[in-house]
């Protein structure tokens, strides 16, 4: 079974719409992050969090929302959708900072 | 504003032959750097980390650092087909902020 799961792969939603994506991992590390990666702009940084009480935005976390329902939980919220967060989505794990972090297998989020 | 600034490629290498993959990045404060292999459509794959100046090897890599520079590099031996993909450069910072900076991506074509 994968280490860093996430749900749904993909998603097609209408702009405006509330969507939560959902991230689960069984390495038991504390650190949890969320990316996004666009076409031409790499992978950037939209919240991280180090524990279920501690969570802290990243570079672009405008338009976006965290849970860390528990230490294997992270999700991921669009509270009204737009264009412009279509988008492959991905979760990734640390044990620590600086440590090196595994990934997710990334969810397609499509918004028209 | 940390950046990361790799060749986009793409990058073409025969079978056999040694891939050379080369990465600069801005935050003189960096820690951690790693290599991330990304197959299109799916997530990154840890290929290498590094933290201490000098060659690292694993395999048929090698990682490169050379803080003074600025500049980390990534070895392939004996390419193979398989090798063909993107891939990333990553570094995390020694700063309060958690989460790793990416370079855009150098994509790799062997060539059969």
């Known amino acids: 079974d994968a280490d860093v799961t996430q749900t749904p792969r993909n998603r097609i939603t209408k702009t405006g719409k509330r969507i939560m994506l959902e991230c689960s991992q069984t390495k038991g590390h504390d650190r949890m992050y969320w990316y996004r990666q666009d076409p031409g702009l790499g992978l950037r940084l939209i919240y991280y969090s180090f524990d279920v009480k501690d969570i802290n935005k990243g570079e672009i976390s405008d338009g976006y929302s965290v849970s860390r329902q528990a230490q294997a939980k992270f999700s991921l919220s669009l509270e009204s959708a737009i264009p412009n967060q279509t988008a492959l989505y991905f979760c990734?794990?640390?044990?620590?900072?600086?440590?090196?972090?595994?990934f997710g297998p990334g969810t397609r989020l499509t918004v028209t | 504003q940390k950046e990361v600034e790799q060749n986009s490629g793409p990058l073409s290498v025969p079978e056999g032959a040694i891939a050379s993959l080369n990465c600069t990045y801005s935050d003189r404060g960096s820690q951690s750097f790693f290599w991330y292999r990304q197959y299109s459509g799916k997530s990154p794959e840890l290929i290498m980390f590094?933290?201490?100046?000098g060659d690292k090897e694993d395999g048929r890599f090698t990682a490169q650092l050379n803080k003074a520079s600025q500049y980390v590099s990534l070895l392939i031996r004996d390419s193979q087909p398989s090798d063909s993909a993107t891939y990333l450069c990553?570094?995390?910072?020694?700063?309060?902020?958690?989460?790793?900076?990416f370079g855009k991506g150098t994509h790799l074509i062997i060539q059969p």
């Open positions: 990553a570094f995390d910072s020694g700063g309060g902020a958690d989460g790793l900076t």
């Open positions: 990734a794990t640390a044990a620590g900072k600086g440590y090196e972090q595994y």
């Open positions: 590094i933290y201490s100046n």
